[in-house]
């Protein structure tokens, strides 16, 4: 067994301990005890150095915590000297804290408990067990939870019996000796991660958004630093955008919003010009084509596909004329459109759906207007070459 020294004091962040054994050409070291947090409980484990050579990874194993390092430890070494990094430990201690703080939050308002909670390189979430959460409970919980850390209560750390512990958040499986974070007069919770003294030290909680998953709700969040460098990007990124259009921060949503919708009005007209335009076309390409045994017949080939309106209109427009034919041959990804005249004696997806089968592609159509695709562009080729003897 391996004493965990993060237990009683996550501000530790050097150590002393006797080297019991030593494994993988001494890459993975275990020790008597241990300043070092295994990855567990949703929390990633700490980073630092064991005799001068860094942790890499630090894994729990049934009641003993491997060290993994960089490079071998020198044979015989029985004694080691251990050193955390600060600034990761320090950063997991605010959102783990964090994570207590906001889950109790989030069950004290709208009675959302947190069925799993990670903590992520970039950032944190919990999932909560409720279907949905507006805005303005989100808001609400953000501002309720860094009410409480202004309060600076103090967390500390109890041990008590599995059987006995009154008053927990989530009733704990385990039996035995429970380890409980308390946050004081407001939650208590059995954790073995690492944790602040009080919660000012949490610093900044922001709540950033929310996804449904498996029928609940993932929050995001950060706290502390995290939170502070994020809020400072999300100023830096809106006052860009203020600056692009001559406008102060706080208008950019609105003036965003009123660009997009003229945008999109711009965009409804441009595909109604754009359909116009191939009806224009199609008229015009149909009068330009000649005759060939008394059919119009034309190949177009396009680089880029599927088929747009604008070549279904094109089409459908050509063959609006008698006796005409109007193929398309899209190269990627490889595809087909073919359109006839209702007087060709022609039926478009009769004709165009089994070449495709035969050359391992699908696609149908009705009696004027097929389209479909194949998977290579030689397959294409031999759809291409059947489909041009059919219309001959």
């Known amino acids: 067994m391996t004493t965990r020294l993060y237990y009683d004091d996550a501000t530790l962040l050097a150590f002393h301990a006797n080297v019991l054994a030593v494994e993988d050409e001494g890459k993975r070291v275990y020790l008597d005890r241990t300043a070092f947090y295994p990855s567990s409980g ?128 989530k009733a704990s499986e385990r039996e035995g000796t429970l380890r409980i974070v308390n946050i004081q007069d407001y939650d208590r919770s059995a954790c073995g991660g690492t944790h602040v003294r009080n919660t000012a030290a949490i610093g900044l909680i922001l709540v950033r958004k929310q996804e449904k998953i498996r029928g609940n709700v993932r929050v995001e969040f950060l706290c502390g630093l995290r939170a502070l460098r994020q809020a400072r990007v999300d100023f830096e990124t809106l006052n860009e955008v203020g600056r692009a259009f001559s406008s102060p921060p706080e208008d950019t949503p609105a003036l965003v919003t009123n660009l997009l919708a003229k945008a999109n009005d711009l965009e409804k007209a441009k595909r109604k010009l754009a359909v116009e335009l191939a009806t224009f076309q199609g008229r015009q390409l149909y009068e ?105």
């Open 42 to 169: 949703g929390q990633p484990n700490d980073t630092g150095a064991l005799a001068g050579i860094a942790v890499v990874d630090v894994v729990e194993e049934e009641g003993r915590i491997a060290h993994v390092l960089a490079a071998p430890l020198e044979a015989g070494i029985r004694e080691v000297d251990g050193s955390i990094d600060r600034q990761r430990r320090h950063d997991h201690m605010q959102q783990h804290s964090g994570q207590h703080l906001l889950s109790a939050v989030f069950e004290e308002l709208f009675s959302a408990p947190t069925l799993s909670f990670h903590l992520g390189q970039e950032v944190s979430t919990i999932e909560l067990g409720v279907p949905s959460l507006t805005a303005v409970q989100m808001v609400e919980a953000e501002r309720r939870a860094n009410e409480l850390v202004w309060d600076a209560r103090p967390l500390h750390v109890s041990y008590e019996d599995a059987a006995s512990a009154p008053g927990l958040r």
């Open 288 to 392: 330009t084509t000649p005759e060939v045994d008394g059919f119009r017949r034309v190949v177009q080939r396009i680089s880029a596909g599927p088929a747009s309106d604008e070549v279904r209109t094109l089409a459908q427009s050509f063959v609006a004329g008698s006796n005409a034919t109007f193929l398309a041959v899209f190269e990627n990804p490889p595809s087909l459109l073919l359109a006839v005249s209702k007087d060709s004696g022609m039926h478009a997806g009769d004709l165009l759906k089994p070449l495709l089968a035969a050359a391992g592609g699908r696609g149908g159509g009705n009696l004027q207007l097929a389209q479909g695709s194949v998977a290579t562009k030689d397959a294409l080729e031999r759809a291409v070459s059947e489909c041009l003897a059919k219309l001959r």
